[in-house]
């Protein structure tokens, strides 16, 4: 009887041992594995050391990614995302970890970037009691992700993982943020590995009636035009979009986050509408008859005067999400579904078309460009697109990104990476920083302001920390510009705290970090520079010395309609 037992008992702890018990943190880097993730952007605290060591301590293909602050290391995992065709991952600590990124998480909120960002969070027994870098992370972010969670029983841990995952892709992409307590991370669970699965998203159906009557409004117009949105790069639907284009015979206008749906060089391709739109873009916006909004949201930057904006047209809405309709303007036909699957059927139903006077019409409001040999930020752009003709493009955020939206030949969806719904000043060097780490045998381009350079510039030590050949240029009019700008045209040149001291040698402060700099004063010295920056193999830093008097034109001032254009 007594060796029975013995017997019984050493069964079954055999069996205990054949489960795959694991750590909390240890789910987290095996989980991550099984989603295929090459690169998580981190910055260790206190409670998240237990995932730190089991990021040291297993083997697996992750390479950790840290930036000098959280915000920055969440812009890398979003630049990472809109560039791969994949999720972006961050790690951060508890409390003030958590809350650097928050920033980082509304900009990816507001343009549709799938991240999973994982927070440490205090042990389950001190949660609700103030304790040391405690922050209710969840209810703090409940308004800038799709979805997030605090994980409280390691048994939730992997599924949890694998449903934000899938959430952060589907649908409207965006953020997940995922909180675990650090005795999560400590306690040991049971593992059952899964392979990685293409995701099966349930797009909402197509209503055929929708796409009937739209291919019957189109075929009734005489002045139709295509606003294309961030909507159709976030979905790759550009192949799609430029086979209606082309057989529609419908010239086409971005918003800032739809530029490189259709190439820029396409003759039906109009470029950037609203604020900072040409004038041909906007006439010919204002004065259509019918505008076919795809994956666009109506931001108040393209359509100034919403009145004005919708007059004497009918607007058919095409987009994933159905609280985007009738948001911000009247809609005359919602068509909900995934663009990717509703821009086929359409081209389908429509002839084949052209609209020769519409398109001298638009040609007429068109107006001279600047002469070749001026030294201005759209010949710099030029000369600097000319050098590197298929490089990503990454921008902070002002006037240089403006001049970039407005002049850049962008040729296919992620090739121009900005920050268009929240407009972070500061998101561009951690953003390039992650489009270089998803694309090692591409150029990648940062151009900023010396205002958003000042936000982030920390980060040249992480650029060199891993050896990344970004081309660093920084715009530097000693001014925060488009604000400065704005007290220009409307605060009768009351200039208050714009104008930068220039106290800090910028060629000097990027040689600290070991990233040789150089000086632009003039297209000479701009063409010598790219040419020369071509035989660096690591990063390099470019200052591009313009006035501060230089403008963003035209601009069409806020809450006027968009063809009320101001030219200085």
Known sequence: MILAL????????????????LLGSEIVVKCLEEQGIKHVFSFPGGAVIPLFDAFYRLDHHITEIGPCHEQNGVHAADGYARTSHTVGVAITTSGPGATNAITGIANAYLDS?????????VATPLLGKDSFQEIDITSVTMQITKHNYLVTRVEDLADTIREAFKLAQSG???????????????????YVPQALQNIEINYPEISQLSIEKAAEMIAQAERPI????????????????????????????????????????????????????????????????LLIAIGARFSDRVTGNCEAFVQNKKIIHIDIDPTEFAKNVKTDLPVQGNIKDVLPLLTKLIQEKSYPEWLEQIDKWRLPQPAADIYGPKNILNHMN??????????????????TGQYWNVKWPGQFVTSGGLGTMGFGLGAAIGVQLANPNSDVLLIAGDGSFRMNCQELITVKKYNLPLKIFVFD???????????????????????????TDYIKLAQASGIPGFLVTDLNELDVTLQEIKKIEGPVFVQVKISNEEGVYPIVPAGCAIDEIYYE
């Open 226 to 289: 295509i606003y294309a949105g961030g909507g159709v790069v976030r979905s790759n639907t550009h192949g799609e979009l430029l086979a209606f284009v082309e057989k529609s015979g419908i010239p086409t206008a971005n918003s800032l986050m739809g530029l490189g749906g259709i190439p820029r060089d396409h003759h039906l391709s109009m470029g950037l509408v609203g604020m900072h739109g040409s004038q041909e873009t906007n006439m010919a916006v204002i004065k259509s008859d």
């Open 172 to 190: 409207r992409p965006g953020p997940v943020v995922i909180d675990v307590p650090k005795d999560v991370f400590l306690t040991k669970a049971e």
């Open 6 to 21: 013995l017997v019984y008992k050493r069964k079954g702890s055999e069996k205990m041992e054949t489960k795959n018990l």
């Open 113 to 121: 970037v799938p991240l999973v960002v994982f927070t440490g969070q």
């Open 477 to 503: 009019n000693q001014t925060l510009g488009m604000v400065r700008q704005w007290q220009k045209l409307f605060s009768e040149k009351r200039y208050a705290q714009t104008d930068i001291a220039q106290c």
């Open 386 to 403: 000319q050098a590197y003709p298929d490089s990503f493009v990454v921008t902070e955020v002002g006037q240089h990104q403006m001049w």
